[in-house]
Every structure is written in structure tokens, then in C-alpha cells.
């Protein structure tokens, strides 16, 4: 059975900083493309970076800057560090492993930046 679990979600301030992880298990997690995508209420779920299996990444033009993801695969754990957080961040944060045609999520993380 495969499980993606986030963590490390909370509060905080803006301009603070929080690190997100995802640990993957029951599947090849380094043959995956991973993506942290977030969802804010009322909004359509949106991808904020994405890392391939070679180590490319890509990120959405607002987190340009301030997010990082990186990947440990010999944890099966990949990671979002998100630097200088603005309100607007304030979502459920997801993690997505693609292989295609496999697709899985995990159930998310809030992520809350007020003062």
C-alpha cells in the first residue's frame, strides 16, 4: 500500500520560515517525480514545485526565491523548505508522486502565515 505522509506544517509569521516533509513508502520512491502542490480555500489546487528523478526542479513563479524542494531517496522523503512566507502562502500543502501512469497523493499539511 502506498502512503505519502506530510508534516511540519503550522503558524507562522510572515516572513518566517517552515520546512514541509513528505515520507513515501510501498513504492520505488526514487523512480517518482514529486511535486508539493497547495490549495487555498476557495481556490483550485496549484502546483508550487516539482522535483524529477534527476534532480530537476521547477517552481511556480511566486514561490520563485523563497521555496526549495529537495529529495533524500535514500529516506523516501522529499522536502519543502519555504523561506520569507507571506499570508498568501496560507494553504493545505500536498505531496503528489508521479510515475505514470501512477499518480498518488498524500492528505496534506496546513500551512498558516498570519501575524
Known amino acids: 500500500q502506498v502512503q505519502l505522509v506530510e508534516s511540519g506544517g503550522g503558524l507562522a509569521q510572515p516572513g518566517g520560515s517552515l520546512r514541509l516533509s513528505c515520507a513515501a513508502s510501498g513504492l520505488s520512491f526514487s523512480s517518482y517525480n514529486i511535486n508539493w502542490a497547495r490549495q487555498a480555500p476557495g481556490k483550485e489546487r496549484e502546483l508550487v514545485a516539482a522535483?524529477?528523478?534527476?534532480?530537476?526542479?521547477h517552481y511556480v513563479d511566486s514561490t520563485k526565491g523563497r521555496f526549495t524542494i529537495s529529495r533524500d531517496n535514500a529516506k523516501n522523503t522529499v522536502y519543502l523548505q519555504m523561506n520569507n512566507l507571506k499570508p498568501d502562502d496560507s494553504a493545505v500543502y500536498y505531496c503528489n508522486a508521479v510515475f505514470y501512469p501512477r499518480d498518488y497523493w498524500g492528505q496534506g499539511t496546513q500551512v498558516t502565515v498570519s501575524s
Open positions: 522535483m524529477t528523478v534527476g534532480g530537476g526542479t
